[in-house]
């Protein structure tokens, strides 16, 4: 498998989506959100409990990050491993990031047994996926351009030309623009921004 550090681009989902998995009388409804930090992790779960205040269960598991370093699961009281894992492997399995999928249970009076805890919180979260397509992203390096008003023409043509980011700007007399320029184009970018004379470039 290779590593995000040798790959330029990374996989994610763009938009929200719901599926529901029945079995035996429960109900699993999961729900998918694509998420680029733990504060939006922490509100999209806060939404769901809301949502679904009287469901047995909330389980859930995200990965955050083009590292794929930050994740979490979760089996909200189902027994250890039936849940929040499954889910995560889902994820994994589509090879996604910056998505996190709650899965509620709502208890039908029957007992599962483990093999049905794990078979239908990984369905449940397998149907959600399976309605969201995934969305090829690139990986961007962030860099910071300080340069005169008079050569925003050059700057600006380039940022468009290579499909850079715009991150942030200032523009004054002196501007100030901080851009991501994706992995794959960065030695190009480089060389075309630093062939711009009195111009400042730097990793933000």
């Not at 409990?49 to 699961?73: L, Q, S, W």
């Not at 050059?154 to 901080?178: S, Y």
């Not at 030695?187 to 470039?201: C, G, K």
């Amino acid at each position: 498998m290779i590593s995000m550090q040798d790959q330029d681009f990374y996989y994610t989902v763009e938009k929200s989506g719901t599926a529901e998995f029945k079995d035996r009388g429960s109900k699993f409804i999961a729900f998918a959100f694509p998420i680029n930090t733990v504060e939006e992790f922490k509100q999209r779960l806060e939404e769901v409990k809301k949502e679904h205040p009287k469901a047995t269960h909330h389980c859930f598991a995200y990965r955050i990050g083009t590292d794929k370093n930050t994740f979490r699961v979760s089996d909200d009281g189902e027994p250890s491993g039936t849940a929040g894992k499954p889910i995560l492997g889902q994820i994994d399995s589509k090879e996604l990031t910056n998505i996190l999928i709650v899965v509620v249970r709502y208890f039908g009076g029957t007992l599962l047994g483990v093999p049905g805890l794990i078979n239908a919180y990984k369905s449940a979260a397998a149907m959600v996926l399976q309605l969201m397509p995934a969305t090829q992203r690139f990986i961007e390096v962030p860099y910071a351009i300080h340069f005169d008003y008079s050569q925003m023409n050059d700057i600006m043509m380039i940022v468009k030309q290579l499909n850079c980011t715009v991150l942030e700007q200032d523009l004054g007399l002196f501007c100030h623009l901080k851009i991501g320029i994706s992995k794959a184009r960065l030695q190009e970018a480089l060389y075309r921004l630093n062939d711009i004379r009195n111009i400042e470039v730097k990793k933000a």
